[in-house]
């Protein structure tokens, strides 16, 4: 009875191990497999701000190379359809980002549809899920390797699907992939879709205006920098800055105010020009090119003006020479820049020098005590050639001469009539150095315009 028992109780156990053995077997789960991608892709996101460089309006999103990774990524993220316009998806291949400039593109193209605001609800999400599926399971056979992926933009006035490849000189691939996409996609026979390299791309959106802008402007800028800060140097080497009331004082022109207009108006259009064409600003670039053609139209009338009024322009001429006389002791550079003047064209005077009277160190009046009465500045003076020294006394008391003695130590010819020859004897170099500025100009003014076209088309189609 015993031994029975105990038989029972070994079955029983053995019974029992042997359900828990069956048991721990039903539990046991295979291992959950992915199944991987040929290649690793990226995901990324634009959303269009216009007070945001291109480049910082482009998020990468994720990356991604199994399949499942994949759906689980595209069930979560918003439906093309659904996004905003202006916004943009781009799935790439890992390495390679979604612009033009890089390197991988650079040679490449894009195979693009265009879909109206009406296929957006009913087409748009199954030509991009079926352009993702071509992408991701290498449906383009011997030729996958030439695709970089592909972009989808939602725009106001119609939405464009691409698939960017890589060499746009490899046509039997760039053939293959067009044909092998358009079958994926069930599209009609009758409807075609084009192909477009990414440099004819990049032209007819402006990029190589705008390239111009950037490598002509930002010099033009740092001229009228350099300009602006010689004339607030020479400024505050003469105490103007700390007593502007002073810049009033002076009788006669002061050349500083030549490197501030000529300098402050450089570097604003410089500015203006530059930021204009890298962010794209085309309130900027208007400002640009109405203030180009002002300042252009301005020379064009000044020049009319200046051949139809000769004489009169030859008055103001005098007026301004003989003002600029009588304030010669004023200040230092207006002072060098008539010795540089009558010594240049070896000239004494407007007319001649007896408008050096018209100064009170030098006129001729019993009541003036300056040793330079009836005298003239050392500009005057004819050099001797032999002389390395300069004499600055050489024009004292020369006006008490004769005329016809003066000649032998003074230059006796007017500083207008002597300009007026050079001109004459300069003509084709002056007019030469006007119409190559008046050319630049109307080549910047087109530029600018030709800039804020482009930006418009792009503008339109977001």
């Given at each position: 009875m015993a031994k029975a028992k105990s038989a029972d109780l070994a079955a029983l156990k053995e019974s029992e191990e042997t359900r828990k053995s069956s048991r721990k077997e039903i539990l046991i789960v295979q291992p959950y497999m992915k199944h991987p991608l040929q290649n690793r892709w990226t995901l990324w996101f634009y959303k269009n701000d216009k007070n945001k460089l291109w480049q910082a309006n482009l998020r990468l999103v994720t990356k991604f190379d199994t399949v499942e990774d994949f759906w689980a990524l595209y069930n979560h993220i918003q439906l093309a359809s659904r996004l905003m316009s202006g916004c943009d998806y781009a799935v790439f291949k890992d390495g390679i980002e979604p612009m033009w400039e890089d390197d991988r593109n650079k040679c490449g193209g894009r195979w693009?549809?265009?879909?109206?605001?009406?296929?957006?609800?009913?087409?748009?999400?199954?030509?991009?899920?079926?352009?993702?599926?071509?992408?991701?399971?290498?449906?383009?056979?011997?030729?996958s390797n030439d695709i970089c992926g592909a972009v989808i933009n939602i725009r106001a006035?119609?939405?464009?699907?691409?698939?960017?490849?890589?060499?746009?000189?490899?046509?039997?691939?760039?053939?293959?992939?067009?044909?092998?996409?358009?079958?994926?996609?069930?599209?009609?026979?009758?409807?075609?879709?084009?192909?477009?390299?990414?440099?004819?791309?990049?032209?007819?959106?402006?990029?190589?205006?705008?390239?111009?802008?950037?490598?002509v402007l930002p010099t033009t800028q740092l001229l009228g920098a350099a300009f602006l800060g010689i004339g607030l140097w020479a400024w505050a080497e003469k105490g103007v800055l700390s007593n502007i009331s002073s810049i009033t004082d002076l009788g006669g022109f002061d050349p500083v105010w030549l490197f501030i207009v000529v300098g402050g108006v450089m570097f604003i259009l410089g500015f203006a020009g530059c930021i204009g064409a890298l962010r794209e600003n085309t309130f900027l670039l208007k400002f640009f090119s109405v203030f180009?053609?002002?300042?252009?139209?301005?020379?064009?009338?000044?020049?009319?003006?200046?051949?139809?009024?000769?004489?009169?322009?030859?008055?103001?001429?005098?007026?301004?020479?003989?003002?600029?006389?009588?304030?010669?002791?004023?200040?230092?550079?207006?002072q060098n820049l008539i010795d540089f003047a009558q010594e240049y064209w070896l000239c004494c005077g407007a007319r001649g020098p007896i408008d050096w009277d018209l100064n009170i160190y030098f006129n001729c009046t019993d009541f003036n005590p300056s040793r330079e009465r009836c005298g003239v500045p050392f500009s005057c003076c004819i050099k001797d050639p032999a002389e390395d020294v300069i004499n600055?006394?050489?024009?004292?008391?020369?006006?008490?001469?004769?005329?016809?003695?003066?000649?032998?130590?003074?230059?006796?010819?007017?500083?207008?009539?002597?300009?007026?020859?050079?001109?004459?004897?300069?003509?084709?170099?002056?007019?030469?150095?006007?119409?190559?500025?008046?050319?630049?100009?109307?080549?910047?003014?087109?530029?600018?315009?030709?800039?804020?076209?482009?930006?418009?088309?792009?503008?339109?189609?977001?």
């Open positions: 693009l549809i265009t879909l109206s605001k009406q296929q957006r609800m009913l087409e748009l999400d199954q030509y991009w899920l079926e352009t993702l599926l071509c992408l991701i399971g290498e449906a383009f056979d011997d030729y006035k119609g939405d464009k699907i691409a698939i960017w490849t890589c060499d746009t000189e490899n046509e039997e691939a760039v053939l293959h992939i067009g044909k092998t996409y358009k079958e994926r996609l069930g599209l009609p026979m009758k409807i075609v879709i084009g192909y477009q390299a990414h440099a004819d791309t990049a032209t007819k959106s402006g990029l190589g205006v705008k390239n111009k802008f950037k490598d180009l053609g002002l300042i252009f139209f301005l020379e064009l009338t000044t020049g009319i003006l200046a051949f139809v009024f000769k004489d009169w322009i030859k008055d103001q001429l005098n007026l301004f020479i003989n003002k600029n006389v009588q304030a010669y002791r004023d200040d230092i550079d207006l600055t006394q050489c024009g004292y008391d020369v006006r008490l001469k004769m005329e016809i003695d003066q000649q032998d130590y003074i230059y006796t010819k007017g500083c207008v009539g002597q300009f007026e020859k050079w001109l004459q004897e300069n003509l084709i170099v002056v007019a030469g150095i006007f119409i190559a500025i008046a050319l630049l100009q109307i080549f910047g003014i087109c530029l600018a315009q030709n800039l804020v076209t482009d930006i418009k088309a792009v503008k339109a189609n977001w």
